[in-house]
């Protein structure tokens, strides 16, 4: 199997960006991941998106992209696996230059969120569940998650303060991270007190409706070494995945897709949970950050994700040090693009350039991508 | 790179299934295709669909899908290039096993339109065009295609009456393909007097609106060769795409996308249009089938198609044996699934099993997938 290198990336900043449609915001992703290369010819672009076709109705995605990133006639189509889109894209896009079709792919994400109503948008991210057994009985996406989140409060006796760490810290995080949506401090207090979405889901456990496009430029190995002196491995990748229907797993203090994902990547990546120096995961409510940690092998016993970090574990300094960026809570959700954004960052971590925390000497970073509710997850190891 | 083969097929009738939804028919399709290896241990899914998201507020499709095809715990995923969906699915599921990473991946396709207003469902298909410069401004997806038939009869001169002569010949050969959706014969002065859709398009130019899944399954060539004793290499592929929007197009007359996809495979393959022996094309549209015989190199001269057909080339017994299966035309388009079928088809008549008209001593077969109105083309050729 031919290696494959991260050789360029390109972000904008996620936000409500009422002046743009996807074209602009990718192709604003696009170009600058081109440039962040100086320029190498692009064969092929694999696009992560989950709701151009629900909200947007644009399907065809990957052809007007390409056209609008100066790619067309080259081979361009979306991968969609609702929330985890973008982790996908970036599986897919390593296959095309793994398999030795190509030499130079571009993998992209975006989404387009912000301009709709509130109501039209939950409807459209609820599509990640099961329509027939759960959304026509009218489970929400965040009411699926709120059912987990009780779940494993009462399994393992934590309480609601010991949750309202996980926002705190990612805010925290965020503050110098000129790509984050949400750029401000908050306190356990104001956690805790915060409007109540889908109880015990609060707002501030919840990340923000996005807009956002990002974009990475894989290649194979003899095109990265003459393009760039900081060329990131993609070591390790696994993809797993769970029922849909939540009623019909039988756990749901954990996700096992992320479990069999992450022992994929891990033995592929030759690697063990302890050498990951940073992580960004997927957060979309604070009470996946916790699980996704334990899921990952970054937590030795069930239940005491909440507890570490209160302890004051896996903040700027630790290894791993998780969610530097802000995370899915602070940076912000553009659904199907923040897999790629995930993937951007930490190769950024490893090249020693992520404009906000930085975590110094990264020699190992993992990406971990979620689609429904732990339906499909995605872990990708990258090193330098 | 290893090399890919096909080594199982299953496909459900093309029709109207008021009693499946999206689950229930790619299951079926899925354990047909299973059944046909003897039970092969699928590794993956890759699934080809272009309006669960708009129509049936299902994203998240491929754990959807694996779930009910015994298949959960596996990668799963979606690829979307609106109509030609089946035909990147296909190639995804290609540069899967060939890159390394898996030996045994599904290939489906799925599609479910026939149970929503005909309104609901070409706002849906439009889609594939571009939503802001076509679809805002009124244009369907047939008034495009629509266009392009105008330019091409008046810059070659040809008559309503030549046209006829494809889908008369389309209906022909579904006669006797058990999965085909129009099992009936249609004569010129019928198509000639059909209702107009959008001038000059009629009736009977047009695909049926259909519902339809089907799976292929693909294995590297150890394992090929241990499960079937008719394992179809497919020996080259190709994948272009070209401006979305149709009035920013050098030319009408002919899709570029088709030119370049197959350069790309015949040249992987090490072959001529000559050597093909069956074709399956993309004849979503009566016009579209001429161009496309045109743009694949069967044709000597652009503009001839009509002509030669009318003098009783690519019918069976003809050397290429053009859509077999009745074509879009008659064996019916389920959008996502109908590459997965045309892949299907063409590797039954290499293996000397397609239960339809059959092409004798069928070596060399080609697919070619269109999403958009040729703005992404893939083209596909197998090898017995």
């Known amino acids: 199997m031919r290696k494959v290198y991260i050789v360029g990336v390109g972000l904008v ?22 440039d962040d290369t100086k320029g190498v010819e692009v064969e092929a672009l694999i696009v992560g998106n989950m709701c151009s076709s629900s909200l947007c109705e644009q399907s065809n995605l990957g052809v007007l992209l390409a056209d609008y990133s100066g790619l067309i006639g080259k081979p361009a189509y979306k991968v969609e696996a609702a929330c985890g889109s973008g982790g996908v894209a970036l599986f897919t896009g390593y296959t095309l230059v793994s398999s030795g079709l190509f030499n130079v792919v571009m993998v992209g994400g975006v989404e387009k969120l912000t301009e709709y109503p509130t109501r039209t948008v939950t409807s459209a991210l609820a599509q990640a569940s099961d329509a027939e057994y759960e959304l026509y009985f009218g489970a929400s996406f965040t009411g699926l998650n709120a059912l987990i989140m009780r779940y494993y409060m009462e399994r393992y006796g934590i309480t609601r303060d010991e949750i309202s760490e996980w926002p705190v810290l990612m805010h925290e995080n965020a503050l110098s991270n000129p790509y984050a949506q949400l750029r401000f401090r908050i306190t356990k207090d104001q956690v805790n007190k915060s409007q109540v979405i889908a109880d015990p889901i609060r707002l501030y456990d919840a990340s923000p409706i996005s807009d956002g496009a990002a974009a990475v430029i894989l290649a194979s ?26 009623a019909s797993r039988s756990r749901l203090d954990l996700f096992e897709a992320t479990v069999k994902a992450s022992k994929m990547a891990y033995s592929m990546a030759g690697i063990s949970p302890r050498d990951v120096d940073v992580a960004e995961v997927h957060d979309a409510f604070s009470i996946l950050g916790l699980i996704n940690i334990e899921d990952l092998g970054f937590v030795s016993e069930r239940g005491k994700a909440a507890k570490l970090l209160c302890e004051g574990r896996f903040r700027p300094g630790d290894k791993p040090t998780v969610n530097p960026s802000g995370g899915l809570k ?5 659904v199907g693009a923040t897999g790629v954004y995930q993937v951007a960052e930490v190769a950024m971590q490893l090249r020693g350039d992520f404009p ?20 499909i997850v995605t872990v990708i190891i990258l090193k330098r």
């Open 13 to 34: 900043k996620v936000g409500r960006h009422f002046d743009k449609g996807l074209r602009e915001l990718f192709a604003e992703a696009a170009l600058k991941a081109i």
């Open 356 to 375: 906000g925390v930085k975590v110094s000497n990264a020699n190992i970073g993992l990406a971990q991508s979620i689609g429904g509710v732990g339906s």
């Open 221 to 246: 190995e003899d095109i990265a070494r003459k393009i760039t002196d900081t060329p990131v491995e993609i070591a390790g990748l696994g993809m797993a995945t769970d029922k849909l229907y939540l």
């Open 330 to 334: 602070a940076r912000g959700h553009p």
